[in-house]
């Protein structure tokens, strides 16, 4: 006789196996360059539209140097691993970033000594919350400037700054310390010919009038308002349209100095760069010359370039360089300025 097979029904279905562990990984990496390309699209979008009303555009508009570093990855990525989409769309970001950040991308001298007839100054930001702001200012005094500019002082800062031994060379002062981060300083070991405050908007800037070489020159300590509110926003943009009107009205050559909390990206900076004022770093800087973002946030190095030299055209800039600050997200600014002859 022979045997048989019989079977038997359970009354339960097979299970129903669910996509594997690799095509849930692709698909996630998928979805996640999908949205990191979107992103980079909106902030394309943004840096042409260029607006300066709206807070989180403004911000935006900010980062274009960090996503120019960071498409040549994607399209890495996607010519590795024949993704034609990938590639073709991240080329296209590399061409556009690539352009905006060439503004800040320079191959200029740097860091170098200073030429006989020159002027060098370091600006900073020192912070508010600073918990040494003397120590800060021994590190600027180390890049042996003729002129120190602080931004965001205090008079409790500026109580355990004025009497430093290392800034008794330093004996020409114009201060206005103020209780928010609207204080700012000019010291210098030479005199001035004039000094005093004026005001944009509701907001004070320090300037001093000394000669650099044998010609008459103004030199303004500025803090724009930083871009973190709608208000704020509305404020930065009366400090810059009261700075223009100065350029305007200023016969002697000018060097407008400090923390303008916007990149070269921003319209309000290009607005009034387009007042005939080069940059520093554009003219004789090394690499992107970031200045903000460190060492606060030391897991990242500098990331934006917001403190600025400019200047009107009868003045130029043969170094330009930037050094960590103690205590302050900042690093500090150091430029030798000259007034070429004839």
Known sequence: MGSHRVALSTGFASPVKGPSRAVLVRSSAVLGIGLVLLGLFVVAVLRVANPTSSLIATGLIGVVPLAFLGTPFLLGYGLAKKLRWLSVTSLVLVMLFGYWASADLRFGAGQGDKPEQAIRLTTANLAISNPDPAQAVVELIAASPDLILLQ????????????????????????????????????????????????LGVTPATWVELTIGQQRVRLINVHMAAPLSPKLIERGGTQYMALATVVEGTSLPLVIIGDFNATVQHRRLQDLMDLDLADAHQQAGRWFGATWGQPRLAL????????????????????????????????MLVVDLTVPSG
Not at 163 to 186: C, K, S
Not at 304 to 331: C, N, Y
């Open 152 to 199: 965001e002082l205090t008079p409790e800062a500026w109580s355990r700054i004025e009497n430093l031994a290392e800034l008794a060379e330093y004996p020409y002062r114009q201060v206005n310390a103020q209780g928010n981060p609207d204080g700012t300083a000019i010291v210098s070991r030479q005199p001035f010919l004039d000094e005093g405050t004026l005001h």
């Open 300 to 331: 990242f190095p500098a990331m934006l370039r917001i403190d600025h030299v400019l200047m009107t055209e009868k003045i130029e800039a043969v170094h330009s360089w930037t050094e960590p600050l103690s205590g302050s997200d900042h690093r």
